[in-house]
C-alpha cells in the first residue's frame, strides 16, 4: 500500500511492527520533514502553528533529530538560565531522550507491569 503525503510523495506502507507498520519513504524523511512538515502543537494549544511556535517548541538543548513530540517539560530552559546555572557552579550533563510514538498509545492492559510503551 502506499499513502500519499503532504500532497507531493508517496509512502510505502511495510510490514507489521507491534501495533504500528514500518513506513518506507522515497528519499531521507528528516529532509522531507524539514520541507513538507508542519509543527504538530500540543492539543491545548488551539491555533495554527505559527513562527513563533517553530522557535519555542524546540529546546535548548536539541542536539539529535527523532523524537516525535517537543519535550515540553524542559521549554522554560534557555541559554541564559543554563548560563546561570553554570555561573553557580552547577554541571550540566546531557542525554538524549527522542519521544517516539508509542508515548501517545493508551494504557490497554489491567496490570501497568504488562504495558508497552
Do not use: W
Request: hydrophobic share 40%; proline share 6%.
Amino acid at each position: 500500500s502506499k499513502i500519499r503525503l503532504a500532497d507531493a510523495f508517496d509512502v510505502t506502507v511495510g510490514e507489521r511492527a507491534g501495533e504500528f507498520f514500518t513506513l518506507h519513504f522515497p528519499e531521507d524523511i528528516f529532509t522531507l520533514l524539514d520541507t513538507y512538515g508542519r509543527l504538530p502543537l500540543p492539543p491545548y494549544i488551539e491555533h495554527d502553528a505559527d513562527a513563533f511556535d517553530e522557535q519555542r517548541y524546540q529546546t535548548v538543548y536539541n542536539r539529535v533529530p527523532g523524537a516525535v513530540a517537543a519535550p515540553t517539560a524542559g521549554l522554560h530552559f534557555d541559554e541564559a538560565l543554563l548560563q546561570r546555572c553554570r555561573d553557580k557552579g552547577i554541571t550540566l550533563a546531557y542525554v538524549t531522550l527522542h519521544v517516539g510514538a508509542g508515548t501517545f498509545q493508551p494504557v490497554r492492559t489491567e496490570n501497568l507491569k504488562e504495558h508497552v510503551m
